[in-house]
Every structure is written in C-alpha cells, then in structure tokens.
C-alpha cells in the first residue's frame, strides 16, 4: 500500500481538511487541476519522457533473465544489497499523496506538514528495522500475512491475505487515477489514456522481472524524482528571496504559527486540522504510523528482499535518512506557491492548492528541465503503483492461491500463476481509479483506507509479538474487530454527526485509535477464553524468543561500525528531533 504519507506518504498519507471548519474537504486530488496550467512542452521535453520509458522496460528485460524460481520473482531470490532495498523502501513510499498532496498540505497549512515526516515516519521506519524486521526476516515468510499464520492460525492468515490484497488494488487505483489528472492538466492527455498507458508500463517491467524490476526501477526512480523536485525548490525559493523572505511573506500573510510546527496545536485550541498536539501524537505518530510502516508489505517487501539478515534491518533504517530531508523538497514548493499566489485554494483564485506543483514548473521551470520535471512526476506516481502490485501479486499468488486453492504445485506454476495475476491486479487497477474519481477527496480515501486496513493489522501484529498468551484464535477476532470499529467510527459516528469531529483530519485519527483500542481489548478478552499457542511453537516470532534464522551471521564487512543498525536507527531519530528544533519556536 501506498505511502499515512500512509501512511502518508506514498511517509504516511494524509488527509487535508479545509480552513473552514465547517466544510470537511481539504485538498481534492479529485478535481481537475487548473485549466491554465497546461505546461509549455515541447520536442526536448517529450524525448526526455520517451527515454525514461525506454529504460523502464530495459530494466525489466535486463530482470527476467535472474528470474527463475518464485522466489526470485516475488522475493527476487533475497539478493539485493542494503542500499538497493533502502533506496526502493523509500521510492516505493514516493506517489501521489506524497508530491501532490504534501505540497498542497504546505499550501494550505505551512511547516505542520513536517509532522507526517518526523513524527508521522521515521519512528516507525526504525521501530521495523530494530524490533520486526529480525522476526519477519529471520523467520523467512514471504509477506506480512503469511507471518500470522505462524503466530495465530489460518483464520488470522486468510483474514490479513484478503484485506491486504483488496487494499492493494484499491490504493494502486488511486495512484493511477492521480496520475491521470495531472497529466491530463499538464500535458493535455486524454485521463482514460494515461490511466491505460502507465498501466501498461507497470504491468509490463512487472511481468518481466518481477519483484526485482521493480525495485531496480524504484531506484532509478527515486533519483528522477529528486532531479525534478531540487530545481523546483532551489528556483521557488530563489524567485521570494530565499528562506528569509519566504518566511517574512508567510508571517506577514498568514501569522507566525504558519511557519511553526506547533502553534495553535495546544489542547482545546481551535485549528483548521481539527487535531491537538496529543492526537497528533498518538493517532499519527503511533497508531496511523506504525501500523502503516510496519505491516504494510509493499513497504516490508522491499527489506524481504534484501540478502541477509542486517540487509534487512538496514533497510528501512537507510530509507529513514533521505525521508528525513524530502519533506523539505515537497514542503517548500507549497509555501512558495503561497507566497506567489496568495488566495491559492480560496474562491478569490482559479488556483487550488494542488496546483502547487503545476504552477512553479511552469512559471520557473524551462524545456528540458521541465520534462525531467514531468518524468519525475510520472516516475512517482508509477512507483507507488508498482509498489501495491507487487505485493499484491505475492500476497494473492502465495497466501491465498498456494495455500488454499492450488497447494503443491510445481515451483514454475506459481511464477507463471504470479505473471496472470499481476495482469489481472493491473486491470483491477485500472477499474479502481475510475472509482476513485468517484471520491470528492482522494486524500481522504487514501488516509481512510489505512486507517481500516494497516492499524488493524498493526494491532495484532504488536499484540501477538508481544505477548505469548495471545490465543491462536485472538488474531482473527482482533483483526476482524479493529476493522470493523474503525469504519464503524467514520462511516456511522462520524458521517452521521453522531459524534462531533471538526474535519475529516480529525475523524481518521479517531478511527484509527478505535480500531487500535477495539482490536486490542478484543483479543485480550479472546485469549481469556481460548488457548494459547504452544510455547515451543513461538520461537522466533514472539519478543524474547530466538529462532536458528534470527541468529544468521552478517556478511564481510555488515559489522563495521558504520552499519550497526543501532547507530543507524537512533541517528535517524536524534537527527529527525533535532530538524524540529528551528521550527518550534
């Protein structure tokens, strides 16, 4: 799943809710970008483009060729260095809500957007590199549900393989839909073509090389997107007289708590995000993060794939360091684009604060850069597709198909098996995104489907890691009922006006602390009553406990200092703390 940016995130996705808190929708990905921003293409711009979906598909033959086993197609035979996987940890995170959404959140609500990186992200990104990834990795399953059918039973398995699966598709959905209104805006494609033609691509480096395509291109991907948000950045900043007078214009339009991180954000302050310090904290940085960073596979099987034990755990602690710094290349443009076009998002402009983006690439950027510019958005929105349906296509090839319809098979029927389902998840894809466009806010459809999806999960996931007691039978219960409260919440309590919520912000932030609560009071009540796994069954998979997998030696040269994950995860953290610091006060 994509990135609360999953999260946000694509970091964790966001929801962005209006200043008007009489009015839910914030940010619509939804609604057609500004008909003026059709960006001045030409020839050099378009070769550009043209060469970038050449290498794609280069990438993907040059992968078919390892392709041997079904291990190497959905795992890509547990090969890949620690910097390859880091690299596409943080790519695959990088989609629609992540560039557009985090932009547009700028826009709107300044220097709070640092919070779904800082507090929304790297404690979680760390957290699954010291404490999970030992446990995923070490007990050498081939996705997140197939490590609660060790731990609980097939109930829980088959329960987290269906959800996971129909949440892949749906967020793949999203991030082809995003796409299309970009492109459409941009470029002047028709949206059903640029929903086919980018569902193309990801279905054909994916059906060639697999989960090793993917990453290889996620990689190159996260450098494109780099070369097109750096310039952005340096030109807006250079056209409002650098951070100074950027900040000088923010204070003297919107007030002083626009560049905070903070301010307003005290208990029973009232602000446009609906949300104080303590849900920040808690519905964000815990429950909406973790359960996002932790359980979400397309994120958890790109350190699958890495080639030991310490590749695996250094994994998302690599990822951590660049995800520290991106929030500036998307937080920047936004309050940039607030300072040029101050009644952005307001009915005094025909702008929204999607258009953000659009409108510093084509006031500053010129031909050349402008079509690195667009392939940096294309290659975003691809990554994130590709990121869910190549989960999607292990978790339903392996966890469903191989262990409930077709047991047994020959190895080269499940890669053959994989081939046909990744075509069928593009094509359901396809079908999502004109779902999608049905939403008046595709950020808070995103933000929402994690909120029923991933912190469920997380909660059995932390429960059953945890504590030994928990029953067999309190995955699927827990699971079942942390699910069911969450929409219960949002679609019941919250829609009908049952309880008083301020914004759609404030709303997936309760839901995800009601499935969170509900889940776990669940199985604690479960497990009471049923009994428990045998002891010797939980070697490796509960904390405390060690298997022969998680005892793997590291390779030459993984033991230098340098590569600790220790060190790696806690500087993430005191570096993350420490970039609040000039925006706390």
């Known amino acids: 799943m994509q990135t609360p940016t999953y999260p946000v995130t694509d970091l964790v996705p966001v929801t962005v809710p209006?200043?008007?808190?009489?009015?839910?929708?914030?940010?619509?990905?939804?609604?057609?970008?500004?008909?003026?921003?059709?960006?001045?293409?030409?020839?050099?711009?378009?070769?550009i483009l043209a060469i970038y979906f050449v290498v794609v598909l280069g990438i993907g033959f040059a992968a078919r060729r390892s392709v041997k086993t079904s291990l190497d197609f959905f795992l890509s035979g547990r090969s890949l260095p620690a910097w390859v996987t880091g690299l596409a940890f943080v790519a695959a995170n990088?989609?629609?809500?992540?560039?557009?959404?985090?932009?547009?959140?700028?826009?709107?609500?300044?220097?709070?957007t640092v919070h779904w990186y800082w507090i929304g992200a790297i404690p979680a990104m760390v957290f699954l590199g010291l404490v999970m990834m030992p446990f995923y990795y070490g007990s050498k399953v081939r996705s997140v549900p197939e490590f609660l059918l060790l731990r609980f039973d097939r109930g829980a398995h088959l329960l987290s393989s269906a959800l996971f699966a129909f949440a892949a598709v749906l967020i793949a959905g999203v991030n082809l839909y995003a796409l299309a209104i970009v492109v459409e805006a941009l470029l002047g494609w028709p949206e059903w073509v640029s929903i086919v033609v980018a569902g193309a691509f990801v279905l054909a480096y994916i059906t060639l090389g697999g989960l090793s395509s993917a990453i290889y291109n996620e990689v190159l991907q996260f450098f494109v997107i780099l070369a097109a948000l750096i310039p952005l950045t340096v030109l807006g900043l250079k056209k409002v007289g650098g951070w100074d007078g950027l900040t000088d214009s923010l204070t003297a339009s919107h007030g002083g708590d626009f560049t905070t991180a903070w301010g307003g954000t005290g208990i029973g302050s009232d602000n446009p995000l609906g949300a104080n310090?303590?849900?920040?904290?808690?519905?964000?940085?815990?429950?909406?993060?973790?359960?996002?960073?932790t359980t979400n596979f397309a994120e958890v099987q790109r350190a699958l794939s890495a080639k030991n034990l310490s590749a695996a755990q250094r994994t998302p602690l690599i990822a951590a360091f660049p995800k520290i710094f991106i929030v500036f290349l998307v937080m920047?443009?936004?309050?940039?684009?607030?300072?040029?076009?101050?009644?952005?998002?307001?009915?005094?402009?025909?702008?929204?604060?999607?258009?953000?983006?659009?409108?510093?690439?084509?006031?500053?950027?010129?031909?050349?850069?402008?079509?690195?510019?667009?392939?940096?958005?294309?290659?975003?929105?691809?990554?994130?597709m590709a990121a869910n349906i190549s989960s999607f296509n292990t978790v339903f090839t392996n966890d469903i198909w191989g262990k409930y319809v077709k047991r047994d098979e020959e190895d080269a029927y499940y890669v053959r098996f994989g081939r046909l389902i990744t075509a069928i998840g593009v094509l359901a894809s396809i079908g999502t995104a004109f779902l999608a466009s049905s939403f008046s806010n595709i950020m808070s459809y995103l933000q929402t489907l994690f909120s029923f999806?991933?912190?469920?999960?997380?909660?059995?996931?932390?429960?059953?890691?945890?504590?030994?007691?928990?029953?067999?039978?309190?995955?699927?219960?827990?699971?079942?009922?942390?699910?069911?409260?969450?929409?219960?919440?949002?679609?019941?309590?919250?829609?009908?006006?049952?309880?008083?919520i301020p914004s759609d912000q404030g709303a997936n932030f309760v839901s995800a602390i009601a499935g969170f609560v509900a889940g776990a009071v669940v199985m604690f009540a479960v497990s009471l009553f049923t009994a428990p796994k045998p002891e010797e069954e939980l070697r490796g998979l509960v904390?405390?406990?060690?298997?022969?997998?998680?005892?793997?030696?590291?390779?030459?040269?993984?033991?230098?200092?340098?590569?600790?994950?220790?060190?790696?995860?806690?500087?993430?953290?005191?570096l993350a703390a420490a970039c609040y610091i000039p925006f706390s006060f």
């Not at 991933?454 to 067999?472: C, D, E, Q, Y």
């Open 18 to 47: 209006a200043p008007d808190l009489a009015t839910p929708l914030g940010p619509d990905l939804a609604a057609p970008l500004a008909a003026e921003l059709r960006l001045p293409t030409n020839w050099l711009d378009y070769t």
């Open 94 to 112: 990088l989609g629609a809500t992540e560039i557009l959404g985090m932009a547009a959140n700028s826009a709107q609500y300044g220097v709070y």
């Open 277 to 293: 310090w303590l849900t920040i904290v808690l519905g964000l940085g815990f429950v909406l993060s973790f359960g996002y960073w």
């Open 332 to 384: 920047i443009p936004g309050l940039v684009a607030a300072v040029l076009v101050p009644k952005i998002g307001t009915a005094g402009s025909d702008l929204q604060y999607n258009d953000a983006i659009p409108y510093l690439m084509e006031d500053l950027l010129p031909n050349g850069v402008l079509g690195i510019a667009v392939t940096g958005l294309l290659a975003a929105f691809m990554a994130g």
């Open 453 to 500: 999806f991933n912190v469920p999960m997380f909660v059995v996931f932390i429960v059953g890691m945890f504590w030994k007691r928990a029953s067999m039978k309190s995955g699927f219960w827990g699971l079942l009922a942390g699910t069911t409260a969450a929409m219960v919440n949002y679609f019941v309590l919250y829609k009908q006006d049952i309880i008083g």
């Open 543 to 574: 904390y405390g406990t060690s298997s022969p997998g998680m005892e793997e030696p590291a390779d030459s040269g993984d033991d230098a200092w340098y590569r600790k994950p220790a060190l790696l995860g806690w500087g993430a953290v005191v």
